[in-house]
Structure formats: C-alpha cells, structure tokens
C-alpha cells in the first residue's frame, strides 16, 4: 500500500531538503536526515526530493533502494539488527537468528504484529572479538545466547 505523508511529515521533508540542496552530494544527507527525522524515507517524498535536486524520480528512488540503510516504511517501535557477518557466524550467530525469528514471529526485514519490533540482518558492527553480536536501536550487545536475546527483548517490550 503506498504511504501518503500528513502535511506535517511532508514540511519537515521539505525543510531538510531545502536546508540541504546547495550541498555538494546533498542526496545522501538528505535522505539520512528524512529517516532520522520521520523513521523512513515516505515515498512522495521522492518528486520533491528530485525537483530540488534537479534530477529525475528514478535517479532518487534507485539510491534509496540501493543503499540498505534505508527504509521505506516505517519500522517498529525498536530495531533489532543481527550480524550475520562471518565471525558471528563462526560463534552461533545463525542458530542465534534462528531463535529471534521464532521468538519474534516475524522474519527479516519484517516487523512484529505488535508493531514492537523490526528485525534486520546487519553484516558487521565491528565488534568481531565477542560475538553473537546485535544491536537494539542505537544499543550494542555482545555475546549473546539465546536466554539473552529474550531478555533483552523483553526489556525492550513496551519501552519508548
Ligand atoms: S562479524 Fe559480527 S561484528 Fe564483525
């Protein structure tokens, strides 16, 4: 279903652009700033973006699309990223992923029915001595079990 932005989100995008275009290279802080300030990049967001850059829908969706970073729905109430980076791997990090699919009941790149939780591979936090590692928002955890993903989840569950 396509998401039509309120009035509200659609001023914001356009204060950030127009703080931004006469940047060299403005799209990629453009867009981080759209997803740091409404949560994802809205898809009529899109011809504004281009018009101000002078550039063509296509060109602005395809960077959007391209770089994993960003998202074009809105996530859960909180991110939970999962390296599946190689070291991660090699301490359990696939078996750990396993478990937070079943524990969650949704898939990558999907959100839980509650809306509580978003669930996304990450390849690498640059944390590879002490892995499984993830990260829940803007939180790093290190080594963990599955034991440990539940509570960290459960410490999460319901908190802004
Ligand atoms: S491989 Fe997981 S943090 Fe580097």
Redesign the pocket.
């Known amino acids: 279903m396509e998401t039509v932005s309120s009035a509200a989100v659609l001023a914001q995008v356009a204060a950030i652009v127009s703080a931004h275009k006469t940047m060299p290279g403005a799209m990629l802080p453009i867009l981080h700033q759209i997803q740091d300030a409404v949560g994802y990049i809205p898809s009529d967001a899109v011809p504004l973006i281009a018009d101000q850059l002078n550039l063509s829908r296509a060109e602005v969706h395809g960077v959007i699309s391209f770089y994993h970073h960003f998202r074009q729905q809105p996530a859960g109430k909180h991110v939970v990223q999962i390296?599946r980076?190689?070291?991660?791997?090699a301490v359990g990090?696939e078996k750990l992923a396993e478990h937070a699919k079943l524990a969650l009941g949704c898939d990558f790149h999907n959100t839980t029915s509650d809306g509580q939780f978003t669930l996304e591979p990450v390849y690498?936090?640059?944390?590879?001595a002490c892995?499984?590692?993830i990260m829940i928002d803007d939180d790093l955890y290190a080594r963990v079990s599955a034991d440990k993903f539940n509570r960290l989840v459960a410490a999460k569950r319901g908190v802004e």
Do not use: F, Y
């Not at 980076?85 to 791997?89: I, K, L, R």
């Not at 690498?124 to 590879?128: E, F, I, K, S, Y």
């Open positions: 390296c980076a190689e070291a991660c791997q990090s690498c936090l640059g944390q590879c892995g499984p590692n």
